[in-house]
């Protein structure tokens, strides 16, 4: 089975990573990895109360990443790893001018 990350970035780029279901991070190892770099990219919650869910945190890295680091099949490829692992769907779609996450 086939899994897919799309990244739309404000300006109209898009990104996009498939692979091979048997590639995904466990659901722990996905959250872990996406904390990590919402800690490193120094991300900002969405919400007021400071809850940070992880259709959050995911369309937030994606944003602070942008094309740079979106860019970079490497880090494209973990973070579509992690994505997938971490809400446990096959497809996911983050479009950061919206702001959303969809599966």
Do not use: Y
Not at 31 to 47: G, V
């Amino acid at each position: 089975m086939r899994n897919e990350v799309r990244v739309l970035l404000d300006g109209g780029a898009e990104f996009l990573h498939d692979f091979d279901s048997a590639e995904a991070m466990s659901n722990e190892e996905g959250r872990r990895w996406l904390d990590q770099e919402f800690i490193r990219m120094d991300c900002e919650p969405l919400r007021a109360s400071g809850k940070v869910l992880i259709a959050d945190k995911i369309v937030v890295v994606a944003q602070a990443a942008g094309a740079a680091l979106l860019g970079d099949p490497d880090w494209l490829a973990q973070f579509a790893k992690a994505s997938v692992g971490a809400v446990g769907r096959p497809t996911v779609l983050v479009n950061t001018k919206a702001m959303t996450v969809s599966f």
